[in-house]
């Protein structure tokens, strides 16, 4: 494929317009034609950004299932519960699929998802963007090289951040389980992903879970709060103060992630800031939310032939998404904290310092993660122009795997059960046959 990669955006907002970014970069390559969003400053804002014609903007996605094929691609980037019906539709209509995480909220979506994409022989890159990361990429390298021989425990942390957490599971999105879904699969199924990823042909068969929600309730209010930060007495003493984490931003110029999420109907400044915080959701005291989902928990793995593996999640901590691993094998240990990568050889007892260089260009996509989003992109749209779908990392089997265990997890934290995992055949129908997590 010379000309560039013809791509439709579902859904508008922070992934939506992120990803998209790659257009504007590289318009040789990629350019968006149509958009669907029921937002009108959304869709308005994203049609403006990339030129496309009024007959291509859409309020509802269905409609543009309505037209004969006229696109390559289509971006999903519509809520987490709203993933499935519209992937399987364009699955079904031929267009290859870049699907932001989570794939749904069910197991049986998510198999759904698969099953319709490979029916159709379309491409489906799930947004697992830690899985592009030059870094990260560089720790399964590293791995498959048998710089520190058999892998014997991945000890994974992910520190969400204490504003990051209140802005998103506590006031924002993804706070309700019934709204949105759990913690573990909204917010790490990138990072089980990249433990099941790390263990290699090797089956998870054992898993448990624990994770409560802390602190974030009505016991622990400050006597004397209100119930919205910006009239609140008590405000100034607050780190998860509202006016803190939106007001004080956008008045030092601040108007991207997390400000930008807040003002739904138009660009953020102080006048809608302020209004926001007055009255929409992200305003409220974080101590009288309607959050139920977990802001710690853990997860232990056991793989076949002894690996295992602990994972946690953590809302209260100074960095932000910054993960951290250990990986101890049998002739070494991999170190990674977020910036750089060492390995301890035992043999020689001497220290190698790793890092990897990046193409991503500058401020692309959403803080914390640009350089994983632009490779995520670039992956996606040259694996559609060449019809390579070997350049995807995140595809469709293995990403389904990793899913299935983190349901399986969070089964465990909500039963209180160990669970031992044994592997089935659930793809008798296709070429690809991949094992399935299900409970003996």
């Given at each position: ?14 992934r939506g ?10 318009p ?5 034609i149509?958009v669907a ?6 869709r ?6 990339h ?5 291509n903007v859409y ?14 691609a289509?971006?999903i980037?519509?809520?987490d ?10 699955a ?6 870049l ?13 759904a ?17 830690l899985r ?9 390298e590293?791995?498959?090289a ?15 951040g ?6 998103s ?18 917010k790490s ?6 433990i ?6 090797r089956r ?40 803190k984490?939106?007001l ?6 601040h ?14 400044d ?12 992200y305003?409220r ?15 232990n ?6 690996l ?20 101890y094998?049998?002739?070494g ?9 060492r ?10 310092e ?11 996509g959403?803080?914390g ?22 350049l ?20 465990s ?20 046959h991949q ?6």
């Amino acid at each position: 494929m010379t000309s560039p990669v013809r791509v439709i955006v579902v859904g508008a907002g922070c992934r939506g317009a992120g990803y998209s970014q790659f257009a504007s970069i590289h318009p040789e390559q990629m350019k968006v034609i149509a958009v669907a969003d029921p937002r009108k400053f959304a869709r308005t804002k994203l049609q403006e950004q990339h030129e496309i014609a009024d007959e291509n903007v859409y309020e509802d996605w269905p409609r543009i299932l309505d037209r004969d094929k006229f696109a390559d691609a289509v971006l999903i980037c519509t809520p987490d519960r709203l993933h499935k019906e519209p992937a399987v539709a364009f699955a079904k209509k031929g267009y290859h699929i870049l699907l932001e995480k989570p794939m749904a909220t069910s197991a049986e979506d998510c198999t759904a998802i698969v099953e319709a994409c490979i029916q159709s022989g379309v491409m489906l890159s799930v947004g697992h963007v830690l899985r592009y990361d030059p870094l990260i990429h560089m720790i399964k390298e590293l791995i498959d090289a048998g710089v520190v021989g058999d892998v014997i425990h991945i000890q994974h942390l992910e520190p969400v951040g204490f504003y990051h957490f209140a802005h998103s599971f506590v006031r924002g999105n993804w706070r309700n389980e019934a709204e949105s879904t759990f913690a573990l699969l909204a917010k790490s199924c990138h990072d089980i992903d990249l433990i099941h990823h790390w263990a290699g042909a090797r089956r998870c068969v054992t898993v448990s879970s624990f994770g409560s929600v802390s602190h974030f309730n009505k016991e622990n209010k400050p006597a004397g709060s209100a119930d919205r930060c910006i009239n609140c007495p008590v405000e100034r003493d607050c780190p998860y103060s509202a006016c803190k984490i939106y007001l004080d931003r956008v008045k030092l110029g601040h108007t991207g992630w997390p400000v930008s999420v807040i003002c739904q109907n138009s660009l953020p400044d102080i006048e809608s800031v302020t209004e926001a915080l007055k009255t929409g959701p992200y305003g409220r005291c974080v101590y009288e939310c309607d959050n139920d989902v977990c802001s710690n928990q853990v997860v232990n793995m056991e793989f076949e032939g002894g690996l295992t593996a602990a994972f946690s999640m953590v809302a209260f901590t100074e960095e932000i998404c910054m993960r951290k691993t250990t990986i101890y094998g049998s002739r070494g240990e991999l170190s990674y904290d977020g910036h750089e990568i060492r390995v301890f050889d035992f043999l020689t007892q001497r220290t190698t310092e790793h890092t990897a260089s990046s193409k991503a260009h500058k401020n692309f996509g959403i803080a914390g993660h640009g350089d994983a989003d632009y490779h995520l992109m670039d992956a996606f749209i040259s694996a559609v122009a060449n019809n390579d779908p070997s350049l995807i990392r995140s595809g469709p089997e293995d990403t389904l795997l990793s899913h299935l265990l983190v349901f399986e997890a969070e089964r465990s934290r909500l039963e209180g059960v160990i669970l031992w995992l044994t592997p089935t055949t659930d793809w008798d129908n296709q070429s690809a046959h991949q094992e399935r997590l299900t409970l003996q």
